[in-house]
Structures are given as structure tokens and as C-alpha cells.
């Protein structure tokens, strides 16, 4: 009788952490970041090791890598010349994240029962070594591959963006807030102007802030709803 109670109630707390598993809305707080910031940082080895993404005019040498309080970085491996500079998540210089404050996300986005995993990241660097940088995305599809995906978050990726483009270059951008019900929240920054000089006036540019509701279907946002 006793041995039968230790199986019965084992049976039951398995069955209750199975539920309470299955049925819990998955939080920032509840994502491994640890492990997937792992997963990308060996993507970005792997890719830059084979010499791939680095604009051969710059680097047609073998690339080399170290990481340090900035994150992770890609040097020319004949001249030290530096290529591009990718903040991770944990590092010390955390200023330039525009994005949430833990840019992770998680969430299944095309109804096969897996969860697709967005990192947010900033590269430095442009892959020449140039001052520039801004915040780029990746997705890992079916959180079971090694393999993560460019995703792009400027209008020309999206299938109805709200508003046409009223400023040069790309212009409008896509700040994601959360993934949840397979779809994706966030903030629809729309340039309404921007100077002719904008580069010597710090990019004053004037803009209007649009909270979206979006799916991602083949690799494109489309919007579902604004408010």
C-alpha cells in the first residue's frame, strides 16, 4: 500500500509540472538567455570563421575572434585590422541597446508547436571597421537548430507597413516589445523628417511612435493591428 502512495503521488507531480509547463505564458524572465546568447555567440564564430558576412574588400584573410567586456569581436587575422564588434547581453557596456532591456524573445510564430527564439543585438563596425553600428535581430526557427536567421526590422520588411516611407533611407524601424499567442508586439518608430544634414545635426529627426500588433510570415512582419 505504501509503495503504491510514493507511485500514485510521483505520477501526480510529474503530471502537475507537465500542466503548470505546458499552460505557463513564457516571460522574459522565464527565457534562458544564458543559453541562447551561447547559441548565437557560436552562429557568429562559426559564420565569420568561414569568412562569411565580412566584405572581402576589407578582410579576404582569415578572420580571428575575442570577447571581452564589449562582447564579441572579429579581427582581420594578418593585419589585427578590426572588422565589427557584436554587444551581447551580460557585457559591461549595455548603453546602446535600444530595444528592452533583456533582448530576448520567445514564442511560437508559425503554429507548429515549437517556439522560435529573436535576439537582439548592436554591431559596431559595419564588418569594415567604420564608426558605425546599430541594433540588428536574429531568429532561430523551431528552437532546434544552430542556424540563426537576419531579421530585418526596417519598413522594406514589412508586407503593410502603416505609413509610406517620408524619409531617406530606411527611415522606419520596428522595436519589439514581446511575443505573445503567435504574434509579436512592439513599437513602430515612422520618421516624419528629417533634415538634409542630418548626419552634422545628430539625426534630430521627427518622429511618431505607433504601437503594432504583427504576425511573421515568411520572414516578413505584417501588421495585424495598431492602437
Known amino acids: 500500500m505504501k509503495k503504491s502512495l510514493i507511485l500514485l503521488f510521483c505520477f501526480l507531480s510529474i503530471f502537475s509540472c507537465y500542466n503548470k509547463s505546458s499552460n505557463e505564458e513564457v516571460t522574459k524572465e522565464s527565457v534562458d538567455s544564458e543559453y541562447y ?20 574588400l576589407c578582410a579576404n584573410t582569415a578572420i580571428k575572434w575575442k570577447e571581452d567586456g564589449y562582447g564579441l569581436e572579429f579581427y582581420s587575422e594578418d593585419s589585427d585590422w578590426f572588422l565589427i564588434l557584436y554587444h551581447l547581453s551580460g557585457t559591461d557596456d549595455n548603453w546602446y541597446t535600444t530595444d528592452s532591456v533583456n533582448p530576448l524573445f520567445k514564442g511560437d510564430l508559425n503554429g507548429d508547436g515549437r517556439d522560435e527564439v529573436i535576439i537582439v543585438t548592436y554591431q559596431s563596425g559595419g564588418g569594415c571597421g567604420g564608426n558605425v553600428g546599430w541594433p540588428e535581430s536574429y531568429i532561430l526557427y523551431g528552437n532546434i537548430k544552430d542556424e540563426f536567421v537576419y531579421l530585418k526590422r526596417t519598413i522594406d520588411n514589412f508586407i503593410n507597413p502603416p505609413k509610406d516611407n517620408d524619409c531617406p533611407g530606411p527611415g522606419d524601424w520596428f522595436e519589439i516589445d514581446s511575443i505573445h499567442n503567435g504574434f509579436i508586439y512592439g513599437k513602430y518608430t515612422h520618421c516624419l523628417y528629417a533634415p538634409e544634414d542630418a548626419f552634422f545635426k545628430g ?17 516578413k512582419f505584417k501588421i495585424e493591428e495598431t492602437f
Not at 551561447?38 to 572581402?56: A, Q, T
Not at 539625426?203 to 520572414?219: A, M, S, W, Y
Open 37 to 56: 546568447h551561447n547559441l548565437f555567440k557560436e552562429y557568429l564564430i562559426k559564420m565569420y570563421s568561414d569568412n562569411n558576412g565580412i566584405n572581402e
Open 203 to 219: 539625426f534630430d529627426n521627427e518622429n511618431e511612435i505607433i504601437n503594432i500588433k504583427c504576425r511573421l510570415i515568411g520572414g
